[in-house]
């Protein structure tokens, strides 16, 4: 394993590892920023293969939870394919593919760890919806144009009465 702080475009640039013949990796997140819609994400890893790329999430559960898992949490499936989109819209070199790979926190044996693929192109509108959300409150930043509520219509709401922000969002900024 060769050790290499620098950007994709330098990491190209250096010579493969003599002993493994791999590509120079050390463990950074790399975060992706678009201003455009004004939302980040850090990857936890990047695989470099065939000359594109595949990003990777790395999740750890406890262990009952790792036995019993069959399929990935959305939250973390959101997560990988926003960050797959915006690696995208950066026009990297990608696989169509992102991963949400398991581990489990209590367990130093045993067990594997558990990969989830994900199909990314296919799989867009499984975050279309965050993705509009974000251009909204891009605009809101901008022209001050509140965006449409959604999730709470009143300050009595199930959400808003759990929301630390309600206080502002109702009364604030009308």
């Known amino acids: ?13 250096e010579s493969p590892c003599p002993k493994c013949e791999t590509k120079p990796v050390n463990y950074h997140e790399i975060q992706y920023k678009d ?5 980040s994400g850090s990857v936890d890893f990047h695989l470099f293969r065939e000359g594109a790329l595949i990003p990777i999430e790395s999740k750890s559960v406890n262990a009952s939870r790792w036995q019993e898992m069959t399929s990935p949490d959305p939250n973390h499936v959101s997560q990988v394919l926003t960050y797959w989109h915006l690696m995208d819209r950066r026009k990297l070199p990608l696989h169509d593919v992102a991963v949400i790979m398991y581990t489990g926190k209590d367990i130093y044996r045993g067990y594997p760890i558990k990969e989830y693929p994900q199909h990314a192109s296919r799989s867009m509108n499984r975050i279309e919806v965050l993705i509009e959300e974000a251009s909204e409150w891009s605009a809101f930043k901008h022209n001050g144009a509140l965006p449409p509520r959604r999730c709470c219509t009143s300050e009595r709401s199930p ?3 759990k929301c630390q922000f309600a206080q502002e969002c109702f009364h604030e900024f009308g």
Not at 1 to 13: C, H, I, K, R, S
Not at 35 to 39: G, L, Q
């Open 1 to 13: 394993l060769v050790n290499f702080t620098g950007t994709y475009e330098q990491a190209l640039d």
């Open 35 to 39: 201003n455009e819609y004004m939302i």
């Open 159 to 161: 959400k808003a009465r």
